[in-house]
């Protein structure tokens, strides 16, 4: 397929989980969510959710399709995956959400599913917001399993305080939960393997013996990040903020996603441009090269994402 060498859009893919809220359309001036929004995933190459190019001359496109007939020109040069690596949301948590873990790449070679490793990027958050991020120091899975049981779970997690604009980083193995007021981007691997530890009493299913075999020991490191420029083993986080136009180069080795924190933007490319709102994320092909963004107000704020 010849490459195309233009931003492309998707349709949102929305879920209506338990602990969502309105906060999704409320900031964005989104419609058509259901009344209950916990996330919207944004990007996201998954047969439970999967996006659908929305405008140009793709529209209707897969990006499950693209992956495979664009290859390296869509995801980089060298690329042979299968499947779009990474999966982005925003996630509106009115309420907290469950307890869990997720495998890490040797965790779920041992004992099975998808290896997923996250950033959260906090797009808004309520006073005294947080999120819990890895054990206290001292204790052990064992006793966050029998915290579970009577209740006192958040007791040894480690809270950490969010607020608009602080990051957290997520690696597979780490116990974590989001409590409630966060309104979060997160990037991470392409995974929907989640094992639930505790669901505050919420009847849903929970699945300790697979938690407990990838959860990490002595995980009690401060997992806050600079929320201006991150990197991990999978992706790379940055953050813009633009008073005038900015140019921007490729070199090809990965795509790029650009997710409009505060907008509008403009954003051209040799034979085209485009507005960009307020809450809008734009792939961009690793063929395309080099590009251009500017305010359209005076000032903006782009977050930009990448393989590493």
């Not at 929305?14 to 001036?29: H, L, P, Q």
């Not at 480690?158 to 939960?177: L, T, W």
């Not at 040799?270 to 251009?292: Q, Y």
Request: a negative charge.
């Amino acid at each position: 397929m010849k490459p195309v060498l233009q931003p492309l859009r998707f349709g949102p893919v929305y879920r209506n989980y338990v602990w969502g809220g309105e906060r999704i359309s409320a900031k964005y001036g989104r419609s058509g969510l259901p009344p209950v929004c916990a996330e919207s995933w944004e990007i996201a190459d998954r047969p439970d959710g999967m996006s659908i190019v929305s405008a140009g001359p793709l529209k209707g496109k897969t990006l499950h399709d693209l992956v495979a007939e664009m290859g390296e020109s869509l995801l980089g040069r060298g690329r042979r995956d299968e499947s779009f690596p990474l999966l982005i949301k925003i996630i509106d948590a009115r309420e907290c959400l469950s307890v869990q873990v997720h495998p890490d790449v040797a965790g779920a070679a041992r004992h099975g599913g998808e290896a997923k490793t996250e950033m959260w990027y906090a797009l808004d958050a309520d006073p005294d917001a947080r999120v819990f991020a890895g054990l206290k120091k001292g204790h052990t899975p064992e006793e966050l399993l029998a915290a579970a049981d009577n209740q006192t779970v958040q007791d040894l997690l480690q809270a950490v305080p969010v607020e608009k604009g602080s990051a957290v980083f997520i690696p597979g193995g780490r116990v974590h939960a989001i409590d409630a007021g966060c309104l979060l981007l997160e990037i991470q691997q392409n995974s929907n393997t989640t094992y639930r530890i505790y669901d505050w009493g919420r009847p849903r299913e929970l699945h300790i013996e697979q938690a407990m075999k990838v959860i990490c020991r002595d995980d009690d490191g401060d997992p806050r990040v600079d929320a201006n420029d991150f990197q991990c083993e999978y992706f790379r986080f940055r953050k813009h903020g633009l008073s005038g136009e900015k140019k921007f180069r490729n070199d090809g080795r990965s795509f790029q996603i650009l997710f409009v924190e505060e907008g509008p933007l403009r954003i051209a490319w040799d034979d085209g441009s485009d507005e960009l709102f307020s809450g809008t994320s734009v792939l961009l092909p690793a063929a395309l090269r080099e590009w251009t963004i500017s305010p359209a107000a005076g000032q903006g704020k782009m977050l930009q994402i990448t393989l590493s």
